[in-house]
């Protein structure tokens, strides 16, 4: 039988389309689309086994990797597939990991991937922000990892770190992590990636978290909004459940919004759920404002939100995952074409400080610089002592701040002036010998401004790199300039440690903090700033 050249490039074509990758999601305006032009709504499962890697806390660091399970993936993908899933939400992963297997039985299975880009040890915590080189490190490797694969729309820089008007400050810190992982894929990927923050529904801070993200310099700011909401529970309606208010608020936003988690379980439970909120999602009253939606979340654990419930290697849907797949594979919202598209949108206004938004927009936190925290520490004439533990440096911050709080301004940051220190991304340790460094000069080398009870000693190798005169001259500047601010949060590199206080006359121990952070791990900052507050006359060498 004889081929035309034609049918054989035709069959060639095919075959190439079968095997080829997903096309990668980009965006225009308010809304996304496949590289071919055509729009793209999200129909997401969020898909995290364990409650702490989905956005939960805990001490101990640990999490599973929904992406580094081949068996795992094997037995869901083809249930989330059979559901019209196009996306699922992954909380955290191992950038070390081996994620081809579940990259490809996804791509195959026509879904992307949105992934958080911290994990539980390694994330901004709202009682004690910071943004340092160990999370840089963090957020980098994962894209690193998750860039290889056409299939991956983003990340999440932050999941309701922010979530009331008492630690609005952090969102700082999460908007410099916006910044610096949008630079470091606009410098290493060739391709658009986008960086995002997803946020509870807090009515106090509603609107300003959401206008501060979107605001200012676009280089700095989010690409998408998520909205973990969870308002339309049972029947409800786009007016009675709230819905039509965010639609009006968001009408006007500049850059795609979708639910990045929702699915309410109340009255009943999951199996209660009845997902009429995912037809309203898809449907024309929404369509023009929201890009859809993930609903939280696949596995029935202790939480009651599943969809599935998993035991060892067989999986078992559920009620509420039948309503479910109905209403996604009923969904049909309208779409237009990439060049059709003439978005008119503009970004918000930075909102003002107020006694419920105690963040500037005119600043953020400094990038993380691992080269010049290194020049500083190795120029510094007083440092801790080698053999000293991280569960010590809590009681010394407190020492040395209380004492000498100018000292420790090159670590501090103010988010409602903008005013930050240039060392505030180093770890514990550089800033610790920085502050002990600074004291020691502040009290004229005295020979005993070195001692700390014999936990600090001078250096006799310090040396200053001349590569280095430029960045810690500039670095020098700008602490000067934050020396005159008013103290402001703390933010202690995450691999070091210190401690909370709480005292009147003299400082606790150092305790562990709460959150995403391991015990070994405690808020350097909280401990600084309570010392400053106390005074010298508190705190005695």
Request: proline share 4%.
């Amino acid at each position: 039988m004889v081929t035309s050249k034609a049918a054989l490039v035709a069959g060639l074509t095919l075959a190439s389309q079968a095997s080829a990758a997903l096309q990668p999601i980009v965006m225009k305006g308010t809304k996304f689309f496949y590289e071919n032009g055509t729009q793209f709504y999200i129909k997401g499962i969020a898909y995290q086994q364990d409650t702490a890697g989905a956005g939960g806390e805990t001490t101990t660091g640990t999490f599973r990797d929904p992406l580094a399970d081949e068996e795992a993936c094997k037995r869901d993908v083809p249930i989330m597939k059979a559901a019209g899933t196009n996306a699922i939400r992954t909380y955290a992963i191992d950038p070390t990991a081996d994620h081809s297997a579940c990259m490809k039985l996804l791509d195959d299975a026509g879904i992307y991937v949105i992934s958080d880009l911290s994990e539980p040890s390694k994330s901004i915590n709202r009682d004690d922000p910071r943004w340092d080189i160990t999370l840089y490190k963090r957020y980098t490797d994962v894209i690193d990892e998750m860039s290889k694969y056409t299939n991956v729309i983003g990340f999440f820089a932050g999941n309701e770190v922010s979530n009331n008007a008492t630690n609005t400050d952090a969102s700082a810190y999460v908007k410099a992590a916006v910044r610096d992982s949008k630079n470091y894929i606009k410098k290493n990927v060739k391709r658009w990636m986008g960086v995002g923050y997803a946020a509870n529904d807090d009515a106090k801070i509603r609107a300003e978290i959401a206008h501060y993200f979107n605001c200012g310099n676009q280089d700095e700011a989010i690409d998408y909004w998520g909205y973990n909401i969870y308002e339309w529970c049972g029947h409800n309606t786009i007016k009675g459940s709230g819905y039509q208010e965010q639609i009006d608020f968001f009408k006007n936003y500049s850059i795609p919004v979708f639910f990045a988690e929702y699915g309410c379980n109340i009255p009943d439970g999951a199996e209660g759920r009845l997902f009429e909120e995912t037809t309203a999602l898809y449907s024309d009253a929404m369509t023009d404002v929201f890009s859809g939606g993930i609903v939280y979340m696949y596995f029935q654990e202790e939480n009651d939100y599943g969809l599935v419930n998993v035991s060892g290697s067989s999986a078992k849907t559920l009620k509420n995952y039948d309503r479910l797949k109905k209403a996604v594979l009923g969904a049909d919202p309208k779409t237009v074409d990439i060049d059709a598209y003439k978005p008119t949108n503009k970004a918000a206004e930075c909102p003002d400080v107020t006694s419920n938004w105690k963040v500037t927009g005119d600043a953020l936190p400094p990038t993380p610089d691992e080269k010049l925290c290194e020049c500083m520490y190795n120029s510094l004439t007083c440092v801790p002592n080698k053999s000293l533990k991280p569960t010590a440096y809590g009681d010394l911050f407190g020492v040395v701040c209380g004492n000498d709080p100018a000292a420790c301004a090159g670590i501090l940051g103010d988010t409602s002036t903008g005013v930050y220190g240039s060392y505030a991304m180093c770890n514990s340790l550089q800033q610790l010998g920085y502050v002990m460094d600074q004291y020691y000069k502040n009290q004229k080398y005295a020979s005993h401004a070195c001692d700390f009870d014999g936990q600090a000693s001078t250096n006799g190798a310090a040396k200053a790199d001349p590569t280095c005169s430029a960045a810690l001259q500039s670095a020098d500047a700008a602490n000067a300039v934050a020396a005159t601010a008013t103290a402001g949060s703390g933010n202690g590199g995450t691999d070091g440690s210190a401690a909370a206080a709480t005292s009147s006359s003299s400082f606790a121990s150092p305790v562990a903090m709460k959150s995403f952070f391991t015990v070994a791990d405690m808020a350097v900052g909280l401990y600084v700033v309570v010392a400053m507050g106390v005074g010298a006359g508190m705190v005695m060498l």
